[in-house]
Antibody, heavy 118, light 107 residues
């Protein structure tokens, strides 16, 4: 069974950074892209970017180009997203989701809550 | 970026009714469109891919249609478990983009 297990909730101060993890089981992360999606109820779903763990190639939405850094560790079958220079607008739930190029995101993590507050 | 305009923003319908949700892309996305269902506190789950293909295990009362720039999700015989927010998403081009969502409630 394919599962994506995300790290737990985070509370951070403005200006700090956070690194979220997404551990895959039931498949090899090198066989799929890993997407990251931001969710705020009043703003809907926003695609942040994706990484191809096979070669480390990344794509980002322009809005998140300087905010997010995507990496992957094939030895642990885990993908990561670091968010930097946090502001209250980064308060959201972040999902990882696997997909193939030109295809849906067919499996999602449970989401990781990030709260940015002083 | 491809803009996905989804309507309506919210929808209230009775059990057993049929509802339709629309999504308009700002350019041709060649049926590279998915529909997701998200229940409160849960992650999105895809229902439909490639505009009209039903994901395994999804009830047949859900169906998708459309091509070019216009797409729709139809839910027949509305059930209480269908209460959720529904999103369309295009995967024809980067950046991937979502519709703004339709919140479906039962009257």
């Amino acid at each position: 069974e394919v599962q994506l297990q995300q790290s737990g909730p985070e509370l951070r101060r403005p200006g700090s950074s956070v690194k979220l993890s997404c551990k895959a089981s039931g498949y090899s992360i090198t066989d799929y892209l890993m997407h990251w999606v931001k969710h705020r109820p009043e703003h809907g779903l926003k695609w942040i970017g994706c990484i191809d763990p096979e070669d480390g190639e990344t794509k980002y939405a322009q809005k998140f180009q300087s905010k997010a850094t995507l990496t992957a560790d094939t030895s642990s079958n885990t993908a990561y997203m670091q968010l930097s220079s946090l502001t209250p607008e980064d308060t959201a739930t972040y999902f990882c989701a696997r997909g193939l190029p030109g295809y849906v995101m067919d499996a999602w993590g449970q989401g990781a809550s990030v709260t940015v507050s002083s | 970026d491809i803009r996905m305009t989804q309507s309506p923003a919210s929808l209230s319908a009775s059990l057993g009714e049929t509802v339709n949700i629309e999504c308009l892309a700002s350019e041709d996305i060649y049926s590279d469109l998915a529909w997701y269902q998200q229940k409160p506190g849960k992650s999105p789950q895809h229902l439909i891919y490639d505009s009209n293909y039903l994901q395994n295990g999804v009830p047949s009362r859900f169906s998708g249609s459309g091509s070019g720039t216009q797409y729709s999700l139809k839910i027949n015989s509305l059930q209480s478990e269908d209460v959720a927010t529904y999103f369309c998403q295009q995967y024809n081009n980067y950046p991937l983009t979502f519709g703004s969502g339709t919140k479906l409630e039962i009257k």
